[in-house]
């Protein structure tokens, strides 16, 4: 699985930024995909996540401010964060998280295996 993130840079306080992520070589069904944020002396923390069947979570700090979506192309998904209103709290690098399910083990064995991704992390720095 290969996790690419882009997107991130600079905007001023009431700003916008879009990230992007796109995952390629995936080879097992996909339970989930989201965005996490670690801001410095801060642990890492869900920003927004939306599921195989489309149903999407925000954090209560970005609700009504930041909006996850995804599309599916020829062997890449895209996730994608448009994030409005922007604040100097939302400063953080941001990852995009990719969650699969592999059955192959489920008829035999009744086991399902969830494997987690990540990308590689885009700063995103809101200051005037």
């Known amino acids: 699985v290969q996790l690419q993130a882009s997107g991130g840079g600079l905007a001023q306080p009431g700003g916008s930024l879009r990230l992007s992520c796109a995952a390629s070589?995936?080879?097992?069904?996909?339970?989930?995909m989201g965005w996490y944020r670690q801001a410095p002396g801060n642990q890492r923390e869900l920003v927004a996540s939306?599921?195989?069947?489309?149903?999407?979570?925000?954090a209560d700090s970005v609700q009504g401010r930041f909006t996850i979506s995804r599309d599916n192309a020829e062997n890449t998904v895209y996730l994608y964060l448009q994030m409005n209103s922007l604040k100097p709290e939302d400063t953080a690098v941001y990852y995009c998280?990719?969650?699969?399910?592999?059955?192959?083990?489920?008829?035999?064995?009744?086991?399902?295996?969830?494997?987690?991704?990540w990308g590689q992390g885009t700063l995103v720095t809101v200051s005037s």
């Open positions: 939306i599921g195989s069947g489309g149903s999407t979570k925000c």
């Open positions: 070589e995936i080879f097992f069904v996909i339970n989930s």
């Open positions: 998280s990719l969650s699969l399910l592999d059955y192959s083990d489920f008829d035999r064995k009744g086991e399902v295996y969830e494997y987690d991704y």
